[in-house]
């Protein structure tokens, strides 16, 4: 068995697609549930703080992390057919568009919606990974993980996980005090379609509707509108899309011609690439860091950048939305680091 191996000094340039100059003070890649363990009780006997990262495509890195960053490559999965639902485990390390591809060839469905989203299985329950109509919560049916207030491996429902809109418990009560270490899925046995985005539908025109056929569109729009992290690095939306109440939709409605609007359990989601658009951010550029050209969601390092000077930019655009349309955004990925 290999050993648990802890380097010092780690460039994390590498670890994020943002590409944003960091580094870790301590730093491991971990493999096995056992190198977690012994790399978790090395970092509370040294009192360091933790940083978990899969693959780095939703965080945004500032200076150096004064602690331990474990970067989780566990891998494998476990498949068990049943008459409407197969069970699907999948360790946390494992690529996620990978996932998707390998669970179309088992003739498995309902992630085609999900295809070329960077990262890992484990970080999808972080944000509740979500695009074209379909969220992770609609196939999650638990989550195991190394809690670091019991101090052991537990299960976590899909209910316990609070899944939201691009959000749940990791981003509030458990936030850096869990590590997930496997998902556990439950995919359909039967397609079942879902066709609601306008840019999808247009995409399928003509011919049967089959989930290769969803994927194969989902990826070529994407590839078409999405910079690619390694060309162009970014973090994909840098924003949520906001939620407003009935009153402040029709107000802006009124003064906005054309604002989208979409029911959201908890009021009306307007798109922020809307607002970013209208408000003239599209393709700007501040020093080594812009507003992507085809996608206003998209924060851009052109190189050079880092995290204070893409910060800037942010709450800019930040302020500049708050003063035009009075609506907040936030930010989707998470910041670490001083
Ligand atoms: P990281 O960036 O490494 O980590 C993200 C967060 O999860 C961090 O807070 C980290 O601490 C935590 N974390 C990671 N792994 C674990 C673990 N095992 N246990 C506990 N905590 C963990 N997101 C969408 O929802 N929909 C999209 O369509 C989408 N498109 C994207 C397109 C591009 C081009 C890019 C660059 C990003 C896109 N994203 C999208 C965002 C991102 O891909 C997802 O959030 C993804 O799930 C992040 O996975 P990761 O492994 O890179 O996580
Ligand atoms: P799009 O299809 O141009 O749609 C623009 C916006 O309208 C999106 O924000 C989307 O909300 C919303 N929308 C469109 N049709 C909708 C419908 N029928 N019901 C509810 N909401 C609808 O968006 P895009 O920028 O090209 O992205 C396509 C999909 O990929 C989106 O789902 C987006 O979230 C996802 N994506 C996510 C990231 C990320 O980093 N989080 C990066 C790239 C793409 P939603 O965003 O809520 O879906």
């Known amino acids: 068995m290999n050993t648990l191996s802890i380097g010092e000094n780690i460039d994390l ?36 703080p933790l940083l978990v990262i899969g693959g780095g495509s939703n965080i945004i890195l500032r200076g150096t992390w004064p602690g331990l960053v474990l970067q989780i490559a566990l891998q494998g999965k476990k498949m068990q057919r049943g008459n409407e639902h197969a069970s699907v485990t999948v360790a946390a390390g494992e690529n996620w ?15 085609e919606n999900l295809t070329l989203i960077p990262g890992t299985a484990g970080a999808a329950p972080i944000q509740n990974i979500g695009a074209y109509g379909v969220e992770l919560s609609q196939f999650l049916h638990a989550v ?46 039967q397609f079942a379609p879902v066709v609601s985005y306008p840019a999808l539908r247009e995409k399928l025109q003509g011919g049967a509707v089959t989930a290769q056929r969803i994927e194969q569109a ?30 402040h939709y029709a107000e802006l409605a009124a003064r906005h011609i054309g604002l ?12 922020a690439a ?47 939305v708050q003063h035009r349309f009075g609506v907040t955004l936030e930010l989707e990925p998470n910041v670490y680091g001083n």
């Open 13 to 48: 340039q590498p670890f994020n697609t943002l590409a944003l100059p960091a580094r870790a003070r301590y730093f491991a890649a971990i493999d096995t549930t056992d190198h977690l363990t012994e790399a978790l009780n090395w970092a509370q006997t040294k009192k360091l």
């Open 97 to 111: 568009h990978a996932l998707v591809q390998w669970s179309l060839h088992e003739q498995l469905f309902g992630l």
């Open 144 to 189: 195991r993980g190394y809690s670091l207030d019991e101090k052991s491996i537990i299960e976590l429902s899909a209910e316990d996980c609070r899944l939201g809109y691009r959000d749940s418990i990791f981003k509030h009560a458990l936030r850096d005090r869990f590590v997930i270490t496997e998902v556990v899925l439950a995919l359909r046995t």
């Open 218 to 247: 989902v990826r070529a729009i994407r590839q078409s509108k999405l910079p690619n992290p390694a060309q162009l690095p970014n973090a994909g939306s840098f924003f949520k899309n906001p939620v407003v109440t009935a009153a």
């Open 260 to 271: 989208p609007q979409f029911q959201a359990p908890n009021g009306i989601k307007v798109p």
């Open 274 to 320: 809307w607002l970013l658009d209208r408000a003239g951010w599209k393709g700007q550029r501040r020093g080594h860091v812009g507003v992507h050209a085809e996608q206003a969601l998209v924060l851009i390092n052109y190189g050079g950048g880092d995290a204070d000077e893409l910060l800037e930019l942010a709450q800019a655009i930040q302020a500049d």
